[in-house]
């Protein structure tokens, strides 16, 4: 046997079998990155966030375990959650005051304990959500946005809101639509909605940092765009149905998210079926 015919051979099959190492690995990572939420963002260069708990839909009602999941599924990068408290004072997700819209049930949040709310579901299977729920479900995979339905000033309350999102490593790109009862609170400790006038009567305070702060708005101009960049603020768009006539409910949609878009905004809070706006 030639010796050097021997020692080619093998070097040829070490060389083929590193690549297909490293082709492997490349898998791996590439499976990794999906599995924790670290997908490409599927919308780029515009960032999305999900309306009303997630994806909406017949059978992922706002605010439902499905609809989360949707979102991150498809690639969203943060999901509005609404917040509010029951009788007993425990936090979970649910728009409305009522539950009367997807239980039939005419009674308000702040009347009843988790216990019975916890009894009521959906033909769809959806039930309503602690708040720690829908956080664990989001940690490592879609950052949120609390939209603070929770009436007056409780301090206790909020301190659990900013040690949930803590626990659940979400705080440090949280942002919240806040009420004007909790502003004060939540200043410099979850970044706030703010119109642009709101934003420069803040630029007086003390303690202002860009960074406590985003511009939260239906319609941004262009110099809107370039005044927050400039201040360092992010901006964001509403594309909301709630916000359009009924009748012609895609048609405006669409025309207000292009012109935002030609404005130079980025970051858009959706409703899901908007979604296509913002496929190529």
Same mark, same amino acid.
């Given at each position: 046997?030639? @010796?050097? /015919?021997?020692?080619?051979?093998?070097?040829?099959?070490?060389?083929? /079998?590193?690549?297909?190492?490293?082709?492997?690995?490349?898998?791996?990572? !590439?499976?990794?990155?999906?599995?924790?939420?670290? !997908?490409?963002?599927?919308?780029? @260069?515009?960032?999305?966030?999900?309306?009303?708990?997630?994806? +909406?839909?017949?059978?992922?009602?706002?605010?439902?375990? $499905?609809?989360?999941?949707?979102?991150?599924? %498809?690639?969203?990068?943060? +999901?509005?959650?609404?917040?509010?408290?029951?009788?007993?004072? +425990?936090?979970?997700? #649910?728009?409305? $005051?009522?539950?009367?819209?997807?239980?039939?049930?005419?009674?308000?949040?702040?009347?009843?304990?988790?216990?019975?709310?916890? !009894?009521?579901?959906?033909?769809?299977?959806?039930?309503?959500?602690?708040?720690?729920?829908?956080?664990?479900?989001? *940690?490592?995979?879609?950052?949120?946005?609390?939209?603070? &339905?929770?009436?007056?000033?409780?301090?206790?309350?909020?301190?659990?809101?900013?040690?949930?999102?803590?626990?659940?490593?979400?705080?440090?790109?949280?942002?919240?639509?806040?009420?004007?009862?909790?502003?004060?609170?939540?200043?410099? &400790? +979850?970044?706030?909605?703010?119109?642009?006038?709101?934003?420069? $009567?803040?630029?007086?305070?003390?303690?202002?940092?860009?960074?406590?702060?985003?511009?939260?708005?239906?319609?941004?101009?262009?110099?809107?765009?370039?005044?927050?960049?400039?201040?360092?603020?992010?901006?964001? *768009?509403?594309?909301?149905?709630?916000?359009?006539?009924?009748?012609?409910?895609?048609?405006?949609?669409?025309?207000?998210?292009?012109?935002? /878009?030609?404005?130079?905004?980025?970051?858009? #809070?959706?409703?899901?079926?908007?979604?296509?706006?913002? %496929?190529?």
């Amino acid at each position: 046997m030639n @010796p050097c /015919k021997f020692r080619c051979s093998n070097h040829r099959a070490c060389i083929v /079998k590193a690549k297909t190492s490293i082709f492997l690995l490349l898998l791996f990572f !590439q499976f990794h990155a999906l599995c924790f939420g670290q !997908q490409i963002n599927p919308f780029h @260069p515009y960032t999305l966030i999900a309306h009303r708990g997630g994806v +909406v839909g017949p059978d992922a009602p706002e605010n439902s375990l $499905a609809a989360l999941e949707t979102a991150i599924e %498809r690639g969203y990068q943060m +999901v509005e959650i609404d917040l509010r408290l029951t009788k007993d004072s +425990v936090l979970i997700t #649910q728009h409305d $005051a009522h539950f009367r819209r997807y239980f039939n049930v005419d009674r308000l949040v702040s009347e009843m304990t988790w216990e019975e709310i916890r !009894q009521l579901e959906h033909p769809s299977g959806y039930r309503v959500l602690r708040l720690e729920e829908a956080l664990a479900v989001c *940690a490592g995979s879609i950052d949120v946005m609390l939209d603070n &339905k929770i009436s007056g000033f409780d301090e206790g309350i909020f301190r659990e809101v900013v040690d949930l999102l803590d626990t659940y490593s979400l705080r440090k790109n949280a942002l919240m639509i806040g009420s004007s009862e909790s502003t004060e609170f939540f200043t410099g &400790k +979850v970044r706030l909605s703010c119109s642009r006038a709101q934003l420069e $009567a803040n630029r007086s305070r003390a303690d202002y940092r860009p960074d406590h702060y985003y511009l939260f708005s239906r319609d941004i101009s262009a110099d809107d765009v370039v005044w927050a960049d400039e201040e360092g603020i992010m901006a964001v *768009a509403a594309i909301n149905a709630f916000l359009y006539p009924e009748a012609s409910l895609m048609v405006t949609a669409l025309e207000k998210t292009t012109g935002m /878009k030609q404005n130079g905004v980025r970051i858009f #809070q959706i409703d899901g079926i908007f979604e296509e706006f913002f %496929r190529e």
